[in-house]
């Protein structure tokens, strides 16, 4: 991806994002915990190095990227690789206190790591329905705003929720991220909104 792309990602998914998590925790515990975002263009660059080393490393490790490098690897592992960045780079920053720190706060970097990805598959699936014509799929992915998700049983986290506590927890216990595992949930909640949408229409 060139940097220009990225740019507009970020612009478009990342920083916003982390917008979306830092005004989400009250302001109350962020003065308490001095939590601060960055998104300037300085965190941009940081984070585009980051990513692009994380991409590398997946095409070297499990794609044939051909004689002059020209396969190139899909929108559900760019993603996943901007989520491996997002461990590594942490855009929400906080002080740790003596007591117990709020999982909101903790769980922060996780959340921009995850919505991150989502926000920006949302812009890959309204670029392929545009670039396939599909006005009302487009329209209506557009009239959405966002991704929804799988409802879960009762009395269990949110299928978001879930998702979050579960890269905070492989990460906090030094376990390595699966790129390829996270790519693969990543396509089914992409299938899973183009079918609400399908059946929307039908």
């Given at each position: ?137 487009y329209d209506e992915l557009k009239k959405q705003a966002t991704f929804v998700f799988p409802e879960t049983n009762t009395g269990h986290d949110t ?44």
């Amino acid at each position: 991806m060139e940097k220009e792309t990225f740019k507009y990602i970020w612009k478009q998914g990342i920083a916003k994002s982390a917008q979306d998590v830092f005004d989400g925790i009250d302001p109350g515990l962020r003065k308490e915990y001095s939590v601060s975002i960055d998104i300037s263009d300085a965190m941009c660059e940081r984070l585009y190095y980051q990513y692009d080393e994380v991409r590398c490393l997946v095409r070297e490790k499990y794609f044939d990227i051909g004689q002059n490098g020209e396969n190139r690897i899909d929108g559900h592992k760019i993603c996943a690789c901007i989520t491996a960045s997002l461990l590594n780079v942490r855009m929400i920053n906080y002080e740790a206190a003596a007591k117990e720190i709020p999982m909101k706060v903790v769980y922060a970097n996780y959340e921009v790591a995850f919505l991150s990805a989502i926000y920006v598959m949302y812009l890959f699936l309204l670029s392929d329905f545009e670039r396939d014509g599909k006005k009302k799929c487009y329209d209506e992915l557009k009239k959405q705003a966002t991704f929804v998700f799988p409802e879960t049983n009762t009395g269990h986290d949110t299928y978001v929720q879930g998702r979050v506590k579960t890269l905070a927890l492989n990460d906090l216990c030094g376990n390595d991220f699966d790129i390829l595992t996270y790519a693969d949930m990543l396509f089914w909640i992409e299938w899973y909104n183009k079918e609400q949408i399908y059946n929307k229409l039908l």
